[in-house]
């Protein structure tokens, strides 16, 4: 079956830097669409950033553009955003997500992010 597993969260003070990874098993890696998406508490899931798996269509948010990047290993079934200066507003639980086309898109459990000094 679908499997979407993050890791990579953690505390992090502002200015600082991480890397979630999303390992990936159970579907066609080269098919979908990639994208990561987090969530404050008591707020919806927002969108962050997306590519396709052959390394065209990227996309951020306003609030990731210059500051995280998306990328993939195709090799590894594996998505990666790379976060840097990292602000307190960042601070949230990431998700990764897999989706074909307009099908129903697949979760991971989500890995928490804190930025704090």
């Known amino acids: 079956q679908v499997r979407l597993v993050e890791s990579g969260g953690g505390l992090v003070q502002p200015g600082g830097s991480l890397r979630l990874s999303c390992a990936t098993s159970?579907?066609?890696?080269?098919?979908?669409?990639m994208s990561w998406y987090r969530q404050h508490p008591g707020n919806e899931r927002e969108f962050v950033a997306s590519?396709?798996?052959?390394?065209?269509?990227?996309n951020y948010s306003n609030s990731a553009k210059g500051r995280f990047t998306i990328s993939a290993d195709n090799t590894e079934n594996t998505v990666y955003l790379q976060m840097d200066n990292l602000k307190v507003e960042d601070t949230a639980v990431y998700y990764c997500s897999a989706r074909r086309g307009l099908g129903t898109p697949h979760w991971g459990q989500g890995t928490q992010v804190t930025v704090s000094s």
């Open positions: 159970g579907f066609p890696f080269g098919n979908y669409q």
């Open positions: 590519m396709t798996t052959d390394g065209g269509l990227l």
